[in-house]
């Protein structure tokens, strides 16, 4: 074979992946469209809800009893939910801070009833606020083949 058409078929070759990998990168990061959305799109809040009190920044209960209260607002309010624990911490001029923090992650509602649980959170747990983050995603309940 030809040297000239053997470079030529490999720089070819390499534009090629280089626009393949832009398209990949572009698509996946590309926001959901309406049509998407309404199809089989999702929104999923995270919320990280703080166990201190807001006042005295103590704990409000221990982390097993917080846990279990945080899960009965979250049956009342919807019909799953998952928990994970985590540990949280800020600096307020000189002093370090921390407490035992829940994050909850829900899929399947609406903005409306992750603000009612979050009232009921706010007055349980005596807390300024609860963080909420909004993720389109999509959404599949896998049930096999």
């Known amino acids: 074979m030809d040297r000239k058409l ?37 929104i999923q809040y995270v919320l990280y809800l703080g166990t201190n009190d807001k006042d005295s920044n103590e704990p409000v209960y221990p982390p097993e009893e917080a846990k279990k209260k945080a899960e009965e607002i979250l049956l009342d309010h919807f019909g799953g939910f998952t928990i994970q624990e985590a540990h949280g911490g800020w600096k307020d001029g000189d002093k370090v801070y921390s407490e035992y923090t829940i994050v909850i992650y829900l899929s399947d509602t609406n903005i409306d009833e992750v603000h009612s649980a979050a009232e009921e959170m706010v007055d349980t747990f005596h807390q300024s606020s609860v963080l909420i983050q909004s993720n389109e995603t999509t959404t599949e309940f896998y049930g096999g083949e």
């Open 6 to 42: 053997v470079t030529a078929a490999l720089v070819i070759s390499i534009i090629t992946l280089i626009i393949s990998i832009a398209a990949l990168v572009t698509a996946k990061n590309k926001p959901l469209s309406e049509q998407e959305l309404e199809e089989n799109g999702d």
